[in-house]
């Protein structure tokens, strides 16, 4: 064998020819079977990551809702065990106003009552107090109906026990009496 012989034979072995004889293009090889699978699978894995990324998204958007929810209603119970204060003050006020030389009194509770409030209000704390308004089953308790043709038809007539939203969530509804059409 020749010199020139070797040297085109160690050519030919290093860089192998795609058949055209361009040994650039030799590397782009037809497609096999498992390249089209390779291609599936990294497309099902990218899919199971995406899914994956926005399932943490949502994971995080819930917890955060319910940390913000936590905060805004956690003092729903203390509220609740409030309210029959609030009640007690109100009659208190109302009792001291029917009884006579008790002025002094009805006034230094009904200003504590108030403060109360005012207090209570700056936390989120909102009353319904729905006298003369229409009955709305979404934010009062019907303790009784009461024909009464001077009043309209389905709207509170008396608050028997006043109700209160927090943060324009429903926490105690207010006990009313309804009136209905007069039978005739």
Same mark, same amino acid.
């Given at each position: !064998?020749?010199e020139?012989?070797?040297?085109?034979?160690? %050519?030919?072995?290093? !860089?192998? +020819?795609?058949?055209? &004889?361009?040994?650039?293009?030799?590397?782009?090889? /037809? +497609?096999?079977?498992e *390249? &089209?699978?390779?291609? *599936?699978e990294? $497309?099902?894995?990218?899919?199971?990551? =995406? @899914?994956?990324? *926005?399932?943490?998204?949502?994971? @995080?958007?819930?917890? /955060?809702?319910?940390?913000?929810? $936590?905060?805004?209603?956690?003092?729903?119970?203390?509220? %609740?065990? #409030?309210?029959?204060? #609030?009640?007690? =003050?109100?009659?208190?006020?109302?009792? $001291?106003?029917?009884?006579?030389?008790?002025?002094?009194?009805?006034? &230094?509770v009904?200003? /504590?009552?108030? !403060?109360?409030?005012?207090?209570?209000?700056?936390?989120?704390?909102?009353?319904?107090?729905? =006298?003369?308004?229409?009955?709305?089953?979404?934010?009062?308790?019907?303790?009784? !109906?009461?024909?009464?043709?001077?009043?309209?038809?389905? /709207?509170v007539?008396?608050?028997m026990?006043? &109700?209160?939203? =927090?943060? +324009? @969530?429903?926490?105690?509804?207010?006990?009313?009496?309804?009136?209905?059409?007069?039978?005739?």
């Amino acid at each position: !064998m020749s010199e020139n012989e070797n040297i085109e034979t160690q %050519n030919s072995e290093q !860089m192998p +020819e795609d058949g055209n &004889g361009d040994p650039e293009n030799s590397e782009q090889v /037809s +497609e096999s079977p498992e *390249a &089209g699978g390779l291609e *599936a699978e990294l $497309a099902k894995t990218k899919d199971q990551l =995406l @899914r994956t990324i *926005a399932e943490s998204e949502n994971i @995080r958007r819930r917890a /955060s809702r319910d940390v913000e929810n $936590a905060h805004k209603f956690a003092v729903e119970k203390l509220l %609740n065990g #409030l309210f029959p204060v #609030l009640d007690s =003050l109100e009659k208190a006020v109302e009792t $001291a106003n029917q009884t006579e030389g008790a002025e002094a009194i009805a006034e &230094g509770v009904e200003l /504590s009552l108030k !403060m109360f409030i005012s207090t209570l209000e700056s936390s989120g704390v909102a009353q319904i107090d729905p =006298l003369g308004e229409p009955f709305d089953p979404q934010q009062h308790e019907a303790m009784a !109906m009461v024909p009464n043709p001077d009043a309209e038809p389905n /709207s509170v007539m008396e608050v028997m026990q006043k &109700g209160y939203l =927090l943060n +324009e @969530r429903l926490v105690r509804a207010a006990k009313v009496i309804v009136t209905k059409a007069a039978d005739s």
